[in-house]
């Protein structure tokens, strides 16, 4: 580092040079790297104003009654996000309801019960899950899952809990209840990675509180660390609930991409963004393409919501603050999880 | 796993003590299932990629294009050209300007400015990257009239951004202050001291978070399917038109009835799940040293 000798030491010319390409270096530097985080900021800006302008045709034509449609029919020009708003929220709601109470199991195993030289890989490996990219999911349910649920799991269910309508109907292959399994697999090591981030927060002290009265493992957990957590677990499941609302492809490949709305989790649908996936190429008129940017807004007005929802209620909850020092690792994996 | 219980008749272990052992035993048992359960979905998943990939596993299937529909043969050689192509013009994208985003937020901004960037980052994290494809098109796709390997390369970087921004603002952020300021208290210049003290130590961090999101973008389907879908056969290195996938070669394959193309989507998974899980392994090893050294 040619800098580290005293400046006053150096012949007048070098230090000339020096000082210009230090005057200059600063500011360059600063507002260069100014200028990225204007870029990252606009680019937010430009996604909602983009995916607005391409959705305005289908917005004037159809009104805010396009979410209250149950209809998609490009050759009556007929288009509505109903059936879909349906799917998606029902398929996330199941993955969700499945991944939570599963996440926070696995979190619980990975830092109290996990013997020290086991836990460390699990959760590597959970994380991994996240990783598995969702084009490969979606093969796997449409030619393992798919035929074990119908061949087995549709069936079980069908003859234990058949009197509930929401198990009446013909087993299949593609449908809501596969996209919501597949879900569940997405949503999982998200949850269980921020989960276990919070669990990893709550103060030995505490712990040992509730041990030093007596208290069994699952005592403490229940009054000690849940408590403790609970912010951070509900952001959690948010964040996971945001990633089943958002998955597009593993869900196109599965869910069988019907139109309408059926009470049977069986029975095919589809869900905003696996819409999308599936016919923005092949739509083809212009307001066909709208409705589809259209599906667009309401699934981008959701992510954001449940995004920013998640966020504050975890800055809330003072993870931030508590952590000692950031841990990287987690944010990581958070951050490639998403 | 629950503490031995002591002997002692005194300590025995009997009535509401012994049923709340028993709660207690269920939800230990029942969170260890929870966890292998977590980690068999992942072996079932990469076994079945492998035992019904590894067959048509051969060096043409490496060297050879995908034919035009319907024709059986081929490999995916056009596929790994134009994945190989849009991950590396994102990554030429996504790095550069994450990384001065990163050295914004670290260095230079005001807290409440670099918090503002960061909750910008995260909700773009959060943008569904079906979302991501549509403003693409609408950025370039339809200004430029076709779909490209470019509008498909730019989809990728908008992914990529905020996860190489925000694990770098975590790296950067565990640097040693005092490190810093010993630079600074030698006359050296903030420019210098971030690009010639701060970046290089912590090099490790940073290269995790581009290598995640490499692999994170090079399993993308979704936005792909909006920028840069093609039948051309053949493999094509001009970016200015439009680029086979490895994801969506499986994903076209996928969905196809004929048992011969499954076969052929399964090896392109098994390509895919090795590149994907290897350079998270890597990533996950550089990130182990860069942090041991940073933690001395």
């Given at each position: 580092m040619e800098a580290t000798s005293l400046p006053s030491a150096q012949p007048a010319v070098l230090r000339g040079k020096r000082n210009l390409a230090d005057r200059i270096g600063d500011p360059l530097l600063k507002w260069l790297s100014a200028l990225a985080a204007l870029l990252a900021v606009a680019v937010i800006g430009g996604i909602i104003y983009e995916v607005f302008h391409l959705a305005w045709p289908a917005i004037t034509k159809f009104g805010l009654g396009f979410v209250t449609t149950n209809d998609w029919n490009p050759v009556a020009s007929r288009f509505g996000a109903a059936s879909f708003l349906y799917g998606t929220v029902i398929t996330s709601a199941i993955a969700v309801l499945i991944a939570g109470p599963l996440s926070i199991a696995i979190a619980i195993y990975l830092t109290e019960l996990a013997p020290r030289g086991l836990a460390r890989p699990v959760a590597t490996l959970v994380d991994m899950l996240a990783a598995v990219p969702s084009v490969i999911l979606g093969l796997w349910g449409i030619l393992v899952l798919g035929p074990f649920m119908h061949d087995t799991i549709e069936p079980a269910l069908k003859s234990v809990l058949g009197f509930i309508p929401l198990f009446s109907g013909d087993p299949s292959a593609f449908g809501i209840l596969t996209a919501a399994f597949i879900l569940t697999i997405m949503a999982t090591p998200i949850i269980t990675?921020?989960?276990?981030?919070?669990?990893?927060?709550?103060?030995?002290?505490?712990?040992?509180?509730?041990?030093?009265?007596?208290?069994?493992?699952?005592?403490?957990?229940?009054?000690?660390?849940?408590?403790?957590?609970?912010?951070?677990?509900?952001?959690?499941?948010?964040?996971?609930?945001?990633r089943a609302i958002g998955e597009a492809i593993a869900v196109a490949q599965v869910i069988g991409g019907a139109t309408g709305i059926h009470v049977s989790l069986f029975h095919t649908g589809d869900t905003l963004a696996a819409r999308i996936a599936s016919q923005y190429q092949g739509a083809p008129d212009a307001l066909q393409k709208a409705s589809l940017a259209y599906l667009g807004v309401i699934l981008l007005v959701f992510a954001i919501a449940a995004n920013v929802i998640a966020r504050i209620i975890v800055q809330r909850g003072g993870l931030k603050d508590v952590a000692p020092a950031p841990d990287i690792e987690a944010g990581a994996t958070e951050a490639q999880a998403l | 796993m629950s503490a031995t219980p002591p002997t002692h008749p005194l300590f025995a272990a009997r009535g509401n003590l012994r049923r709340r052992r028993r709660v207690n035993r269920v939800v230990e048992i029942s969170s260890t299932v929870a966890a292998l359960l977590a980690v068999a979905v992942l072996l079932i998943v990469v076994f079945s990629v492998f035992r019904k990939g590894v067959g048509a596993l051969n060096l043409g299937f490496f060297t050879k294009s995908t034919p035009l529909f319907g024709a059986s043969g081929g490999g995916i050689a056009n596929a790994i050209v134009g994945t190989g192509i849009m991950v590396g013009l994102a990554t030429l994208m996504a790095v550069p300007i994450g990384l001065l985003v990163a050295i914004y937020t670290s260095e230079f901004a005001e807290q409440r400015v670099a918090h503002v960037v960061r909750f910008a980052l995260d909700i773009l994290n959060g943008v569904p990257t079906i979302i991501t494809g549509i403003f693409v098109v609408g950025l370039i796709v339809i200004p430029q009239g076709h779909g490209s390997g470019t509008a498909g390369?730019?989809?990728?970087?908008?992914?990529?951004?905020?996860?190489?921004?925000?694990?770098?603002?975590?790296?950067?952020?565990?640097?040693?202050?005092?490190?810093?300021?010993?630079?600074?208290?030698?006359?050296?210049?903030?420019?210098?001291?971030?690009?010639?003290?701060?970046?290089?130590?912590?090099?490790?961090?940073?290269?995790?978070?581009?290598?995640?999101?490499?692999?994170?973008?090079?399993?993308?389907?979704?936005?792909?399917?909006?920028?840069?879908?093609?039948?051309?056969?053949?493999?094509i290195t001009d970016p200015s038109q439009g680029l086979a996938s490895i994801p969506l070669f499986i994903f076209q394959s996928s969905e196809s009835p004929s048992p011969e193309s499954h076969t052929q989507a399964w090896a392109a998974a098994l390509v895919l799940i090795a590149f994907v899980?290897?350079?998270?392994?890597?990533?996950?090893?550089?990130?182990?040293?860069?942090?041991?050294?940073?933690?001395?």
């Open positions: 990675s921020v989960t276990r981030e919070v669990f990893e927060t709550v103060p030995g002290e505490l712990k040992e509180g509730a041990y030093a009265i007596g208290a069994t493992r699952w005592e403490m957990v229940r009054h000690v660390v849940l408590p403790y957590s609970r912010a951070g677990i509900i952001g959690a499941v948010i964040l996971g609930l945001s | 390369a730019v989809a990728l970087a908008i992914i990529m951004l905020p996860i190489v921004a925000r694990t770098a603002q975590e790296v950067l952020a565990l640097v040693p202050e005092t490190l810093k300021e010993a630079a600074y208290a030698l006359g050296v210049t903030r420019w210098r001291t971030t690009l010639r003290v701060t970046l290089p130590t912590a090099a490790g961090g940073l290269l995790t978070g581009s290598l995640l999101a490499i692999a994170r973008v090079a399993g993308e389907t979704a936005p792909l399917i909006l920028t840069s879908f093609l039948f051309a056969p053949g493999v899980l290897v350079l998270n392994v890597i990533a996950r090893a550089f990130y182990a040293r860069s942090r041991q050294r940073l933690e001395g």
